[in-house]
Every structure is written in structure tokens, then in C-alpha cells.
């Protein structure tokens, strides 16, 4: 079998690019990533790596979002049909619709979205610190988009705001269900129960920690407990396995996996390096209007 892992490092060498790779990528490109963990680490690190090119292992709106912040950079994704479903659920349209509706409202947008949706949004958030941006935000009503499921949990920790959803999910995440979790902690009654947001409120509610992939990790590492279930995508899973062979991880009753997280092959990084495709293009009027709404999340979280 050829050694991509050798021809990455040296491609990434000669080209002067950094690969960023998100806690769901297959385990072999988890291992070569310069920098790997949640949206919200990536999005930081596009920002402020002095790279030209950004390889990213992860999925479309990913790599959106790194080119606009970093717009002189080259960002390629290695497979250009890694998409993010519940991105998609979400159309211009439907947007402009509720804006038009809701004219006192502002508009909080999850990461897990288009560009375009972007640039017609106010601030984007992630899982990691949606909360918090929310929280910041200077009106009382705020449409909040595409993902209903954390909007709803946003909604239970800041009830002074009055919050407008829309119908989008994560078919991996919201698939978990509050009786698959209880049965695990029959099975392992002193196991903490630590949820990603894009969960059901069914599954929120019983959780011990509701936190991005890279929150767990961390409350994973700093946690003096030997068992966890984990509710979230399986990718995660198999690096807290690496880092804390000690432990016991446990998904919510069986494996989820998002198959567009798992197509990015250690081939496929190869080939998005020697011959930089797919590059990501994105008209400036629209990135730019993007810009604003991601540095503005930036700035508040
Ligand atoms: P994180 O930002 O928490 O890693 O989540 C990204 C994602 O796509 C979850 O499904
Ligand atoms: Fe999108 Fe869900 Fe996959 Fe995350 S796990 S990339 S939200 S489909």
C-alpha cells in the first residue's frame, strides 16, 4: 500500500499548507491533521494560521467558512460531495421569508450552513458557544437557524429572549433518543452522560453535560470519572479511545456515523493537495457579508 501519510507531509511542505480536520474524520487523517477538533477551534485556526493553503478534512460549509476568514488563502476540500445535510435544509428564500416576517428579529446562524445563508445572517454561532452569542445579541427576538434542536436548548438557557426556529436537523443527532440513554445507564449506572446540542430535547434534558465535540474532549480530559456516554457522532469516540485508553466511551446504544464525515480517504487528502482541488470560490459580496456575521461570532464567544 503506498504511504500517503509520507506524500502528504511532503506535499504539505512544499505547497506550505496546513491540514485541519474535524473530530468526525476517520481515524488515519485524524492522525496526520495539524490541527484537529469542533468548528468553532477550525474556524479560529483558518483565521489565524499563516499557511497559503488550507486542506480541510471536514465537510463543504467547513471549508466555506475557513476561506472567508481567511479569503487570501487557497482552501481545498477533498471531496466535494462532503456535504452537511442539515445545511442544505435551509434555502435563501425561506430566510428572506422570515425576515420579513419577523422584522424585529435578528437572525443567529449555526455554522452548519451555506455561505449565502450566512450573508444574510447577523452573527453565526456554533455548538460550542450558540449560548453565548444569543445571550449577546441586542434584541429580544431572534430567528435561529437551521438546527431546531439546539435553537430549542439556546431557548431553555436564555428565556429572556424570544426565540424563532426553524424546522432543520441533524439526521445523525437527532436520531439518538432519551430510552436508548437510559438503557446504557442501567447497564453503567455511574457513567456521566455528556450530549452534543444537536440532540433532542428528550436527550438534552437527561444529560449530565450538554457541549461541542471539543467540549467533551476537554471534560473528558478533566474529568476524574472512568465511564462515559457519549452522544454524539462516532469519529469522537474513537479519539477519546486513543487519548484515554483507560476509560470506557460508550455510544448512546449503537455507533452513529455521518457518512459525509467519513468519505475523506488519506488518498483523498493527497489528491487535494497535488492536484488542489477542490478549491472553494465564493463570490466577495457574498463572503464578505459573511465575514461579518463569523468575526462578529468570533468576537462574541
Ligand atoms: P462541533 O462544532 O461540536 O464539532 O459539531 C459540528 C457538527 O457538525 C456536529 O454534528
Ligand atoms: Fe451535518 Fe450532522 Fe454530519 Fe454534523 S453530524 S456534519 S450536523 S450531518
Do not use: W
Amino acid at each position: 500500500m503506498e504511504n500517503f501519510a509520507e506524500k502528504i507531509e511532503a506535499l504539505k511542505r512544499k505547497k506550505n499548507a496546513v491540514l485541519l480536520a474535524h473530530n468526525y474524520q476517520i481515524e488515519e487523517v485524524q492522525l496526520i491533521a495539524d490541527y484537529l477538533g469542533d468548528s468553532l477551534d477550525l474556524s479560529r485556526k483558518a483565521a489565524e494560521v499563516e499557511h497559503d493553503m488550507i486542506v480541510f478534512a471536514g465537510v463543504k460549509f467547513m471549508a466555506e467558512t475557513a476561506k472567508v476568514l481567511s479569503p487570501r488563502k487557497k482552501v481545498l476540500l477533498p471531496r466535494f460531495d462532503a456535504g452537511c445535510p442539515m445545511a442544505d435544509m435551509i434555502t435563501l428564500e425561506e430566510l428572506l421569508d422570515l425576515k420579513a416576517e419577523y422584522k424585529a428579529a435578528k437572525v443567529v446562524t449555526y455554522v452548519n450552513s451555506s455561505v449565502e445563508i450566512k450573508a444574510e445572517s447577523d452573527v453565526c454561532c456554533t455548538s460550542a458557544n450558540a449560548v453565548q452569542v444569543v445571550k449577546n445579541i441586542d434584541t429580544r427576538e431572534v430567528i435561529f437557524l437551521p438546527d431546531q434542536n439546539l435553537g430549542s436548548y439556546v431557548q431553555s438557557k436564555v428565556p429572556e429572549k424570544k426565540i424563532i426556529l426553524f424546522e432543520g436537523y441533524c439526521y445523525v443527532h437527532n436520531r439518538i433518543k432519551s430510552h436508548e440513554i437510559e438503557e446504557m445507564k442501567k447497564q453503567y449506572p455511574e457513567a456521566k452522560v455528556i450530549v452534543h446540542p444537536e440532540v433532542r430535547m428528550e436527550v438534552i434534558e437527561i444529560a449530565d453535560e450538554v457541549l461541542s465535540t471539543s467540549q467533551m474532549l476537554r471534560y473528558v480530559n478533566q474529568s476524574p470519572g472512568r465511564q462515559f456516554i457519549v452522544a454524539t457522532e462516532q469519529g469522537l469516540l474513537q479519539r477519546m479511545k486513543r487519548e484515554h485508553p483507560d476509560k470506557i466511551f460508550l455510544p448512546a446504544l449503537k455507533p452513529r456515523i455521518c457518512s459525509n464525515m467519513k468519505r475523506t480517504s488519506l488518498r483523498d487528502v493527497y489528491d487535494s493537495l497535488n492536484e488542489e482541488k477542490y478549491e472553494i470560490v465564493i463570490e466577495e459580496s457574498v463572503s464578505r457579508k459573511a465575514f461579518t456575521a463569523l468575526d462578529k461570532m468570533l468576537q462574541y464567544a
